[in-house]
């Protein structure tokens, strides 16, 4: 099925360091979402964003909406070791979507202590 | 508890069994989705219910699996005839009718021998 292309596929860092992490899409998209996998467990929403351009902040995240609509971008400031983990883009069409998500194929991130 | 629960979290079954899992959404969500999602790539849609109404089924759901929401609340999946590449991890996610930040639950880890 179709998914969006999100980079890099993985980062190794040193605790304290920043991170970014983007997603793009040859469709628009009228939602972005970004969320959290930790194994065996299911995704937990990070952010969410609504309009192109908008720049929204949770914690030490920060997510912006591409201004084409098909792309968005998600930095972490000061990483920590609980940051570990798989980070997913995902996006919803809008219309006749139903709301469904497309999701990319996830950004494995490892923090070295 | 307000969260989605799914049961049971794993599930391991011999290939031709039927199997049946269970998502019980966030109790004021009236939107409901499955997603499947195989090791090291996202979450893709399988269908979607908007109160007891199914609306839309991916290609990806073939006729052996069906999924029901009753009386609009709590929803089942079930796969018949279950094959080894039916294995994957099944999350439920739900939402409101006007909100796009869909809340997952921990997921079925389905294991087909």
């Known amino acids: 099925g179709q998914q969006l292309n999100q980079s890099p596929q993985s980062m190794f860092i040193q605790e304290g360091e920043d991170v970014s992490m983007n997603c793009t899409s040859s469709s628009i998209f009228n939602t972005w979402l970004w969320y959290k996998q930790d194994p065996g467990e299911g995704p937990v929403l990070l952010i969410a964003?609504?309009?192109?351009?908008e720049l929204t902040s949770n914690g030490r995240l920060t997510a912006q909406f591409g201004i084409t609509r098909k792309d968005s971008f998600l930095n972490i400031s000061a990483s920590i070791p609980s940051d570990v983990g798989i980070y997913f883009c995902a996006g919803n069409a809008g219309g006749t979507s139903y709301g469904k998500l497309t999701f990319g194929q996830g950004t494995i991130l490892t923090v070295h202590p | 508890d307000t969260g989605v629960s799914q049961n049971p979290r794993h599930k391991i079954t011999k290939r031709g069994q039927n199997v049946t899992f269970r998502c019980d959404p966030i109790?004021?969500?009236?939107?409901l989705y499955w997603y499947r999602q195989t090791l090291g790539q996202g979450p893709e849609f399988l269908t979607y219910?908007?109160?007891?109404?199914?609306?839309?089924k991916s290609r990806l759901l073939s006729d052996r699996f069906s999924a029901e929401r009753p009386k609009g609340s709590f929803s089942t999946l079930e796969i018949q005839r279950t094959e080894q590449g039916d294995s994957a991890m099944y999350l439920c996610?739900?939402?409101?009718?006007?909100?796009?930040?869909?809340?997952f639950g921990p997921g079925t880890r389905l294991t087909v021998l």
């Open positions: 996610a739900s939402t409101t009718f006007r909100h796009n930040e869909q809340f």
């Open positions: 964003l609504y309009k192109a351009g």
């Open positions: 219910f908007q109160n007891e109404a199914q609306l839309e």
């Open positions: 109790s004021e969500h009236n939107r």
